[in-house]
């Protein structure tokens, strides 16, 4: 199935969620194959709440391999937080597609992430 008009869509579902980083990438938002969606990202911040500055890696994955790096072994210091995309740079997963973050070190990156599920 197509994705919708993201201009005009007939139904549109708000969410946030946060993940704590990994030295695995993990999905932090997926839009399935076949889901009839598209999401738009519209905030996503990252915190490094450890002891030692930690380097971050955001992606979008489209299952097999990845699309987009939106930000790679970014070094982000302790007790900082980085914006890496907002309501004046959206973006937007199609179908089959996921946003990725992975850490340099486990347990002192964490993501928050706000979206729309577009249908």
Same mark, same amino acid.
């Given at each position: 199935m197509a994705a919708p008009n993201i201009f005009n869509p007939s139904n549109c579902t708000l969410f946030r969620t946060s993940l704590t980083a990994t030295t695995v990438a993990a999905n932090l938002v997926t839009n399935s194959a076949n889901s009839g969606t598209a999401v738009r990202l519209t905030g996503l911040y990252i915190c490094n709440y =450890?002891?030692?500055t930690a380097n971050c890696t955001l992606d979008i994955h489209n299952g097999t391999a990845v699309q987009s790096n939106l930000i790679y072994a970014l070094p982000i210091p302790v007790s900082g937080t980085i914006e890496v995309i907002s309501s004046a740079a959206k973006?937007?997963?199609? &179908? =089959? &597609?996921?946003?990725?973050?992975?850490?340099?070190?486990?347990?002192?990156?964490?993501?928050?992430?706000s979206y729309e599920v577009l249908s």
């Amino acid at each position: 199935m197509a994705a919708p008009n993201i201009f005009n869509p007939s139904n549109c579902t708000l969410f946030r969620t946060s993940l704590t980083a990994t030295t695995v990438a993990a999905n932090l938002v997926t839009n399935s194959a076949n889901s009839g969606t598209a999401v738009r990202l519209t905030g996503l911040y990252i915190c490094n709440y =450890g002891n030692a500055t930690a380097n971050c890696t955001l992606d979008i994955h489209n299952g097999t391999a990845v699309q987009s790096n939106l930000i790679y072994a970014l070094p982000i210091p302790v007790s900082g937080t980085i914006e890496v995309i907002s309501s004046a740079a959206k973006v937007h997963l199609t &179908e =089959g &597609e996921s946003i990725r973050i992975l850490a340099g070190a486990n347990s002192t990156i964490q993501a928050t992430v706000s979206y729309e599920v577009l249908s």
